[in-house]
């Protein structure tokens, strides 16, 4: 093939049976597919890969693309002498030629002609692929890039300047070697018969080990897949004589070489993992496939480990959901915890500071299942770069009840300073149920804890968060109450209204007083005038003491300057003589001065 195409990938050979022109109403979807990778591509520039903004755009991306290629196996979008090409047809773009023009842009900041999507396209797949697009540099890609991307991902469902239908346009499309990747892909694999089977399995491995050595890889990929053709419909001693003839050849390579080995069995193997239903047969694949995927760790090939985990996590799910009792089996293999050595390496991606190494970490974690939740809690507990424990947080958020109840009891539990408020930044992207939590960190004695706390308050603000607000509102520890009024102003709940005038009128506090009005004047509800106006008319308590007097009046001056009400000004007009230079000022800049006021203040 020419320079800069990726390897060409082996797809079912049915898929040349089928007819791939598309139908008018296929067509019409194709403008929703280009809107929401345009979407997807100015969004990764902005977000990171797993925020929600992100990978809520990659999902609709997904689905809009399932949408044909349920229908059809293959998609190709090439963009052609200002045209848009899609499988080969030139399509009539009247109104969206401004997606046609972005898909453009697209196409040449990628230094590619040509996307082709495949109908076994997964999400791990479309999120490695958009990933990728955050690391464009400004001069853009070489040609090498996409070849060497698609390898170091190990994508099989998205081709890149590749090309599996007979184009029906002019030859300006530039395929290069399209009769070389259709001839490999066409290639049938022989099934086994019963008679040669055992004669098959017992020269594979050594058959195997010379192809690995020599790096034939594609022969080494035709034997695993003859190995496990039409695995189903074997007997089940011939299934156990597979799986067990693919654990020893893996166990008799050298680490480097059951690498290579591990990257051609996985795709056939798992195929045959899905469709598995006697329970032995299951656990000892599963067990392998854990392997496999640790294997595949050490050499930092994540996108097939995430795919090997998924695979197995997804069964696991399907079990359970089922009530089938060989569910408790699989999960034993499941919640096997990972080697030091990797969650060493996992965590050193994860904290590199490198999109393209952090991406792939958060990617293998997110695959994990159970397993990762002991190992993301340390990310947050430990780690100082808010950025990387969002992502923890997200990934946790994402295991469920499990998660969230470990990362609240480590919250309770937690001696030191620092890590709870590391906890505390993220928690509420676990988990919102955080009532008890959050009334025992809000009166927590450490002052950085407890300011931790109403932030958390603050970002989830909702009912049971402005309730708790306002009891320590009215808490006999003046700088509890003081931050709770504060967090109160920010949030600017209706019901807090009534209580800050309570507390006007009954309160001694000078710091307590200050801070409600202040909450007051944020909340600006015309209720206040009247306890705003009482305070700076000196009734009260404050009449009798002088102490704390002008900095109280102060506040209140600016709160009721703050309310857009008539009776706030008819109160402001009352002090445009005031003594207070400070009142006296805020009020006049409030009030109209063409009209006297009908009492001054004193």
């Given amino acids: 093939p020419a320079v800069g195409l990726a390897r060409p990938v082996r797809v079912p050979s049915r898929i040349f049976a089928i007819e791939q022109k598309l139908e008018s109403g296929d067509l019409a979807q194709i403008s929703e597919i280009l809107r929401a990778l345009l979407n997807v591509a100015k969004n990764i520039k902005l977000y990171p890969l797993y925020s929600k903004t992100i990978t809520s755009s990659i999902d609709h991306l997904l689905e809009a693309l399932r949408r044909i290629l349920t229908k059809h196996p293959v998609l190709t979008l090439a963009h052609v002498d200002n045209s848009l090409v899609a499988n080969g047809v030139k399509m009539d773009t009247s109104g969206m030629e401004t997606l046609v023009e972005g898909f453009q842009k697209l196409l040449d900041s990628l230094n590619l002609r040509s996307l082709t999507f495949l109908e076994n396209l997964s999400l791990q797949e479309l999120t490695a692929f958009i990933g990728a697009l955050s690391q464009v540099p400004p001069a853009g890609l070489d040609r090498q890039f996409w070849a060497h991307f698609s390898e170091e991902q190990g ?5 890149f300047d590749q090309v599996l239908y007979e184009p029906q346009v002019t030859p300006t499309l530039g395929f290069a070697e399209k009769e070389e990747v259709i001839g490999e892909l066409l290639e049938e694999i022989v099934p086994i018969s ?3 089977f055992d004669s098959f399995i017992k ?12 790096g034939d890889e594609k022969k080494a990929r035709q034997m695993t897949r003859q190995l496990l053709h039409g695995f189903p419909d074997r007997a089940f001693v011939t299934r156990e004589k597979i799986v067990e003839s693919c654990r020893r050849m ?3 390579l050298t680490l480097a070489l059951q690498h290579h080995f591990v990257k051609q069995l996985a795709d056939p193997l798992l195929v045959a993992f899905a469709e598995e239903k006697d329970a032995k047969i299951l656990r000892d694949m599963a067990a392998l496939l854990h392997r496999m995927a640790t294997n595949l760790i050490h050499f930092a090939e994540y996108l097939p480990a995430s795919r090997i985990f998924s695979n197995l996590n997804q069964r696991w799910r399907q079990l359970e959901e089922s009530k089938d009792p ?6 034993k293999i499941l919640d096997r915890k990972l080697e030091p050595t990797i969650q060493k390496l996992l965590l050193d991606d994860l904290k590199s500071g490198e999109t393209s190494r952090q991406q792939n970490a958060t990617l293998l974690l997110g695959s994990l299942g159970r397993i990762s939740i002991p190992l993301l809690v340390e990310v947050i507990k430990k780690t100082e770069d ?3 424990r969002q992502l923890a947080a997200s990934l946790l958020g994402e295991l469920g009840s499990e998660a969230a109840e470990l990362l609240k009891r480590e919250l309770g539990l937690e001696g030191h300073t620092e890590e709870r408020l590391r906890i505390l930044e993220v928690i509420d992207t676990v988990t919102r149920d955080l009532k008890t939590e959050l009334a025992y960190t809000l009166g927590d004695r450490d002052a950085a804890v407890r300011q931790g706390a109403f932030q958390l308050a603050e970002r989830l603000n909702d009912s049971q968060a402005v309730n708790l607000l306002l009891e320590y509102a009215e808490s006999k520890e003046t700088i509890l109450a003081v931050q709770a009024i504060e967090s109160l102003g920010k949030l600017k709940p209706t019901a807090a209204v009534e209580v800050l005038n309570s507390l006007l009128e009954t309160s001694r506090d000078t710091e307590r007083l200050m801070a409600c009005c202040r909450a007051l004047g944020q909340i600006a509800d015309p209720a206040s005038v009247e306890p705003l106006t009482k305070i700076l008319s000196q009734r009260g308590f404050l009449f009798r003491r002088k102490k704390g007097r002008p900095e109280v009046r102060a506040a209140a001056i600016f709160a009721l300057a703050q309310i857009s009400h008539p009776k706030a000004a008819q109160s402001l007009a009352l002090f445009v003589e005031d003594r207070d230079p400070r009142v006296q000022e805020i009020a006049r800049s409030r009030v109209n001065l063409s009209t006297p006021p009908s009492i001054k203040g004193r």
Avoid at 155 to 159: A, K, P, R
Avoid at 207 to 212: A, G, H, T, Y
């Fill in 194 to 196: 019963e008679e040669r």
């Fill in 155 to 159: 994508l099989s469902n998205i081709l």
């Fill in 203 to 214: 020269t594979m491995p050594g058959q195997m080990s010379d192809l690995l050595m020599e």
């Fill in 326 to 331: 060989h569910a408790q089996r699989l999960a």
């Fill in 386 to 388: 808010l950025k990387i």
């Fill in 250 to 252: 893996m166990e008799d």
